[in-house]
């Protein structure tokens, strides 16, 4: 059971677009919401994360929106560019307090073309 | 300050045989967490090890094994190996629970 589910599973943007990437989840006990980027060849890296206390949290060119009560949270990607090529993976954790254990979508082949 | 670090980073055994893979964490983290890698299963928690325990675990056969030594390094076991078992391992460390996990580069498994 896909306890995070990511869509699209591919995306094409021209550059200089707009990329958004959507999740869902079930468990409503998550409280930890990560996007890592990953390019071939190479482990996840963190991107940005947010936690269900705020709607929206931007970094730079990236933007997470949160909305708890549907259960779903995005990657909105600005002006995109095409070293921003890549796959992206949302994952979710439950609280601290049961130590790390993060649920990852099936992630999200992302092409920019110039 | 290194990164994870994982080895080996390519590996090729036959059905039947078992493996082990090796993880080394950033100085001072106590965390690590292993993932599998598929292309249809995107990454699935394997377990986490935290000073030496098994702090959590995901649903996999009995076949995957891990552990944890003093020095934070971690190792992961595979017995008995199947075809679908061929995969990307992965190694995350952090310091504690909820800080960020960094991955290592991986471990890619080839099962024939």
């Known amino acids: 059971q896909q306890q995070v589910k990511q869509s699209p599973q591919s995306l094409i943007v021209q550059k200089g677009g707009i990329s958004i990437i959507n999740c869902a989840y079930e468990?409503?006990?998550?409280?930890?919401f990560p996007w890592y980027q990953q390019f071939p060849g190479k482990g996840p890296a963190l991107l940005i994360a947010?936690?269900?206390?705020?709607s929206e949290k931007k970094e730079g060119r990236f933007t997470i929106s949160f909305n708890k009560s549907a259960k779903q949270f995005s990657l909105h990607i600005m002006d995109s560019q095409p070293g921003d090529s890549a796959t992206y993976f949302c994952?979710?954790?439950?609280?601290?307090?049961?130590?790390?254990?993060?649920?990852f979508g099936t992630g999200t082949s992302l092409t920019v073309i110039p | 300050k290194a990164g994870v670090t994982q080895t080996p980073r390519y590996l090729i055994k036959t059905r039947g045989q078992q493996v082990t893979l090796s993880c080394s964490p950033i100085?001072?983290?106590?965390?690590v967490s292993w993932y599998q890698q598929t292309p249809g299963q995107g990454l699935q928690f394997l377990f986490e090890y935290f000073s030496e325990t098994q702090r959590n675990k995901g649903n996999f056969p009995g076949r995957f094994s891990g552990r944890q030594f003093s020095n934070s390094r971690s190792e992961m076991n595979v017995s008995t190996l199947e075809l679908g078992d061929s995969a990307l391992y992965l190694c995350?460390?952090?310091?504690?629970?909820?800080?960020?996990?960094?991955f290592g580069p991986g471990t890619r498994l080839t099962v024939l």
């Open positions: 995350a460390s952090s310091l504690s629970a909820y800080n960020e996990q960094f």
């Open positions: 468990n409503t006990a998550f409280d930890y």
């Open positions: 994952a979710a954790s439950p609280p601290s307090n049961t130590g790390n254990q993060f649920y």
């Open positions: 947010i936690r269900p206390d705020v």
């Open positions: 100085s001072g983290h106590r965390s």
